[in-house]
C-alpha cells in the first residue's frame, strides 16, 4: 500500500495516489470512500508513524484527502459511481494513463540507481502515419527515460524497464509496432558507455558513476 503525508501535496504524490487507486480497482472493481478513510487512519495510528499526534491533525489530512480526490475529478483523472448506498471511486481512461505512466517513470529513477547488469536495451519502432501523434509522444517518452538515438528509429538505453514500458505501449495500442530487445554488446558501445557514464568491468561488475 502506497503511504504519504498529505501535509505537502505533489505532482508525484498524486500519481502515487493514482497507483493506489489502480490497485485497489483492479482487486475490488473500484475504491470506496469509507474503505480509504480506513486506510488512512490505519496508517496515521501505527506505531511512530509519527513523532507527534496532535487532536485534528488526522481531521485535517482527512479533509485533504476529500480535496485531493475533488482535484483528481476535477481533471478528469478520477470517476464517481454508486453501488448501492456505497460510493465508489475509479480512474478514468485518462486517470489509468497517468498511472501507467508515472509507474514507468518511478521505475525509471529506480533503474538510473542500481548498478549497471552490462546488458543493453534496444528500441526499434515503426509507427504508421496514421499514428504519428502517438509516434512524436513515442520518441519524446524514450528520451524522457534516457534512451540515445542510435539510428532515426533505433534507440539505446542500458536501463531495465521492460515490464512497465510494455505496459505503457500496450495501454497506447503501440506494442504491435514497437520491437524491445536486449543485448550484451552493441556497436560503437564506448560511445554510449561514455554518454551514459556507465563502464564495464573486466570482473564482470558493471558500475555507474
Not at 488526522?58 to 481533471?75: V, W
Not at 512497465?164 to 558507455?193: D, G, M, Q, S, Y
Not at 570482473?203 to 558513476?209: A, E, H, I, P, V
Request: charged letters at 35%.
Amino acid at each position: 500500500m502506497v503511504m504519504f503525508s498529505l501535509k505537502n501535496l505533489t505532482r508525484k504524490k498524486i500519481k502515487c495516489f493514482l497507483l493506489e487507486l489502480e490497485l485497489s480497482a483492479l482487486k475490488h472493481g473500484g475504491i470506496s470512500l469509507s474503505a480509504s478513510e480506513g486506510a488512512w487512519e490505519r496508517a496515521y495510528a501505527m506505531p511512530g508513524y509519527f513523532a507527534e499526534r496532535r487532536a485534528g491533525r488526522q481531521e485535517r489530512r482527512k479533509r485533504q484527502l476529500y480535496d485531493l480526490i475533488r482535484s483528481l475529478k476535477r481533471q478528469s483523472l478520477l470517476e464517481e459511481y454508486r453501488d448501492g448506498n456505497e460510493k465508489f471511486y475509479r480512474l478514468t481512461a485518462r486517470g489509468s494513463f497517468e498511472a501507467c505512466r508515472g509507474r514507468l517513470m518511478a521505475e525509471c529513477e529506480r533503474q538510473k540507481k542500481v548498478p549497471w547488469d552490462g546488458n543493453w536495451r534496444m528500441v526499434l519502432f515503426d509507427v504508421p502515419e496514421t499514428k504519428r501523434q502517438f509516434r512524436d509522444y513515442l520518441r519524446t517518452l524514450l528520451k524522457q527515460l534516457g534512451f540515445l538515438q542510435w539510428q532515426r528509429s533505433v534507440w539505446v538505453s542500458p536501463y531495465a524497464y521492460g515490464k512497465e514500458f510494455r505496459e505503457h505501449l500496450k495501454l497506447l495500442e503501440l506494442l504491435t509496432f514497437v520491437e524491445i530487445f536486449e543485448v550484451a554488446k552493441i556497436p560503437n558501445e564506448e560511445r554510449f558507455i561514455k554518454k551514459f557514464k556507465i563502464q564495464r568491468e573486466k570482473s564482470g561488475l558493471n558500475l555507474r558513476s
